[in-house]
């Protein structure tokens, strides 16, 4: 029976590979629908040999499929620390799929340990939010993983970030009954002036707005949504996040 190039390197078929491979007329680096390269197949089924053999045919290493994912995130996430050394790319390290996930967020969020400390060595940011609003911390302390957040901490993981509903890494550490895990992350961090405010949410980029129509700490925890809105927040998003922290700080 004759396989395809992807088909041949997704069961690790080395030998098919290199038969394929002898064929001037194939592409290596041809995808098929879903945008994934026969590397990729290779990869994500941890068939080390055949990704040595494609590299060597000429196989890109910096490929990403439809669904924006890359090599680095299935190494990372499958925990092949061998495999994540070969495959990776310094310019991949920060690249994030359709749902925000980096390779860092990846290894997080399959636990892999050695594959996360290995990205945070080559200096990946340990702080990246996916499009929930989620960090690496976050992802940890919610599956209670001790040493994934151990390890985070070690690499300057911020204790007093917020998602897009408002939540912390402890407070999800709270929520999923992780109480040691939380205690290690509850913080005695107190934010004192309105910029330190919108730096904890994300939302920097507006303290000049702020700073211009001399609005503090004090008044801006007063504000309503409307009054954000006549202060010139008028985006629907940075708004709601700002409502929220302001929920948030009021009752605590």
């Known amino acids: 029976m004759d396989l395809d190039l992807c088909t041949a390197s997704a069961l690790g078929y080395l030998e098919e590979v290199k038969e394929i491979l002898k064929s001037s007329c194939y592409n290596i680096n041809d995808k098929d629908n879903e945008g994934w390269a026969a590397i990729m197949y290779a990869c994500y089924y941890e068939h080390k040999s055949v990704v040595e053999q494609l590299m060597f045919a000429g196989a890109y290493l910096d490929v990403i499929n439809n669904k924006g994912q890359t090599m680095l995130m299935m190494a990372a996430s499958n925990g092949n620390l061998d495999l994540l050394k070969l495959v990776y790319q310094k310019n991949l390290l920060e690249c994030q799929d359709i749902n925000g996930y980096t390779a860092l967020l990846y290894a997080v969020n399959y636990g892999q340990l050695q594959t996360a400390k290995y990205l945070l060595s080559q200096k990946t940011n340990v702080n990246t939010k996916e499009n929930e609003g989620l960090t690496s911390l976050m992802l940890a302390s919610m599956s209670g993983n001790g040493a994934m957040v151990d390890l985070l901490l070690g690499y300057g993981a911020k204790k007093h970030l ?24 509850r913080t005695i961090k107190v934010i004192t ?3 330190e405010l919108l730096e904890h949410i994300g939302q920097e980029k507006y303290w000049p707005v702020f700073e211009k129509q001399n609005v503090d700490l004090k008044t801006f925890l007063t504000f309503t949504e409307d009054d954000l809105k006549s202060a010139g927040i008028l985006l629907f998003g940075p708004r709601r996040k700002m409502s929220i922290a302001i929920a948030h700080f009021r009752s605590s």
């Open 162 to 185: 917020v998602c897009n509903n408002g939540k912390t890494a402890e407070e999800y550490a709270t929520k999923n009954g992780y109480s040691n895990i939380a205690q290690a992350l």
């Open 193 to 195: 002036d309105l910029k």
